[in-house]
């Protein structure tokens, strides 16, 4: 009841302000009966505890006490910007009445719109996210080795490049699992070396959300994006004062944005689940896949638009019921009113196009041709021809039924077409040859950081590794033949650095520290092979991690 009141004033509200716009002229009087309605609602939503609709009323009221020059650009975007909260308000409230839920991040981005128009902050994804301590305890992993200053230095503006690289990607929307993990290799070194810091804990939390971006496909929305874009400015910080300047408290804010998309995320690692379980945070209740697919739904025909063409559909539907009625007690089994009939399928058929029920409008369409053949030729339908139409009949008002209880979604098309580009990606992109090389290089990439991890397990025993030069080789040869002389001269360069480590008759002091940096030159090269697949030449860009790596050990690359 609550609901009918609410939505019945918002649509007199949207009446009100749609007669201002029109006739600006004629007086505020509309604008504020609008105002008047809206702060009504917005009273109601507030004390129901709907909080993010509460909060979409308190910008529409806000926005609307705000309006002064009806013939500036400014008020033509609030115009665009109050239609769409006026559209989506009581849709969100059908949903929350139909689903038993309430989920008011769903409706942040109308929020957003409002308030980027009076130029305030947007609320971030964590605004409606509970958790119970912001301070959580954490065990940082020591480093091995220590490093000077001016190595530390080094190697911290060689970790923001690197998240750099994969930053530009992910804003580019081009490779974006590659980018995320680029970036999250930055932040496991950085967490790495900033030790038990009070601002390691947010390298920890960013770097475990990258990865739930990463693994679960999760959504890379423009929110999404500027928390990355913080994420930056923090490193950017920590280049520019040093390794000391994490000695201050992370952001509370840009914590608050990962621990969310961790809690989101559909599979959440063990490193995940240790995460949320420190920082006591309160599930949401849904999956970030669950999410987008409820944001496609409210999007999509509300409630009263789907129940308004079915009644459409079952009153043509009746109609057609009634003349298969007479036509089958009739001696001419209604011939006369056969061109009546099809036009009564041919508009059903219509609609069910249109809606999206195209296996049911098909059936109509066969059933059509049937009918209008006898009425050419003048042939009556015997009670087996009027049984068949009746079934289809029969199954198009099962359709019409269903159509009533679920909501519109383009998922299954969504997933039809990545299938689709991933099959011309495979079958056009990419040669047999090319495929070949990529696949033995990915390979052989993945024996080498095996061999690594093993040599660093054993204490560093030799025997590990004596084979990862000529497996580098043979990856060498395949860029070679590719004509990718840029990777070709990178494994060129990381051969010698393993050569010239067996020919050490004892491991360095500060060996740990050098694998750590050649893993970083491999991980490049791996992410290299992934834009490969889908872009010709790949994304050199990538490269430039592996080569600063190598530089870093002391190894020159000639590109």
């Known amino acids: 009841m609550v609901s009918d009141e609410l939505v019945a004033t918002i649509e007199e509200a949207a009446g009100k302000l749609e007669q201002f716009v029109t006739n600006p002229d004629a007086g505020r009087e509309p604008l504020d009966a609008c105002a008047v309605a809206i702060d009504q609602v917005r009273g109601t939503l507030k004390l129901v505890q709907l909080g993010g609709a509460s909060i979409l009323a308190e910008e529409v009221l806000l926005a609307l006490q705000g309006i002064t020059d009806t013939t500036s650009q400014s008020f033509a975007e609030l115009k665009d910007a109050l239609t769409d909260a006026f559209f989506i308000l009581p849709r969100y409230l059908e949903y929350t009445q139909q689903s038993r839920r309430n989920v008011p991040v769903l409706l942040l981005s109308y929020i957003n719109e409002l308030r980027s128009l009076r130029k305030v902050p947007d609320l971030p994804e964590s605004h409606f996210l509970q958790y119970g301590n912001s301070n959580p305890a954490y065990n940082a992993r020591a480093t091995s080795s220590a490093m000077t200053d001016n190595e530390l230095a080094a190697l911290l503006k060689r970790l923001r490049h690197m998240y750099q690289v994969g930053l530009l990607s992910v804003l580019q929307n081009r490779q974006i699992p590659s980018g995320l993990g680029i970036m999250e290799r930055a932040l ?82 063990e490193r995940a689940e240790a995460i949320l379980q420190a920082y006591q945070v309160t599930r949401p209740g849904y999956t970030d896949r669950e999410l987008q697919r409820e944001k496609e739904a409210l999007r999509g025909p509300s ?94 008002e099962s ?76 990856i060498r040869g395949g860029f070679t033949v590719l004509g990718l002389s840029y990777a070709a001269d990178i494994v060129r360069a990381s051969v010698e650095f393993i050569e010239d480590l067996l020919k050490q008759s004892s491991p360095p002091a500060a060996l740990q520290q050098m694998l750590e940096t050649f893993a970083d030159a491999v991980i490049g090269l791996e992410y290299y092979l992934d834009t490969l697949e889908v872009e010709k030449g790949g994304d050199a860009s990538v490269l430039s991690i592996a080569e600063e790596s190598l530089r870093a050990l002391g190894y020159r690359v000639n590109n």
């Open 188 to 269: 496991e070194r950085l967490e790495f070396v900033s030790g038990p810091r009070r601002k390691t804990p947010l390298w920890w939390t960013a770097g475990a959300a990258l990865n739930a971006l990463r693994t679960s496909k999760m959504e890379v929305s423009k929110s999404r994006k500027l928390a990355l874009m913080a994420l930056d400015r923090e490193l950017k910080a920590l280049v520019q004062t040093g390794i000391g300047s994490t000695d201050q408290d992370p952001p509370e804010a840009l914590v608050g944005q990962f621990l969310f998309l961790l809690s989101i995320a559909d599979s959440p690692s």
């Open 303 to 396: 409630l009263n638009t789907v129940a308004s063409v079915a009644a459409v559909l079952q009153d043509e539907i009746r109609q057609i019921k009634e003349i298969l009625e007479n036509a089958s007690q009739a001696h001419d089994r209604g011939l006369a009113e056969y061109g009546e009939l099809a036009a009564h399928l041919d508009k059903v058929a219509d609609i069910l196009a249109v809606v999206g029920l195209t296996a049911a409008g098909q059936s109509l369409r066969q059933e059509i041709a049937r009918i209008e053949h006898w009425r050419d030729q003048g042939q009556m339908a015997d009670n087996a021809d009027l049984i068949e139409i009746a079934d289809s009949l029969l199954y198009v």
């Open 399 to 474: 359709s019409v039924s269903s159509l009533e209880k679920s909501s519109v979604s383009d998922e299954k098309l969504q997933q039809a077409n990545n299938i689709a580009r991933r099959e011309v990606i495979a079958s056009s992109q990419l040669a047999e040859a090319e495929k070949l090389v990529i696949e033995e290089a990915e390979a052989g990439l993945a024996l080498v950081k095996r061999a690594l991890s093993s040599y660093a397990e054993s204490s560093f025993d030799p025997g590990h590794i004596k084979n990862v030069g000529s497996t580098l080789t043979a």
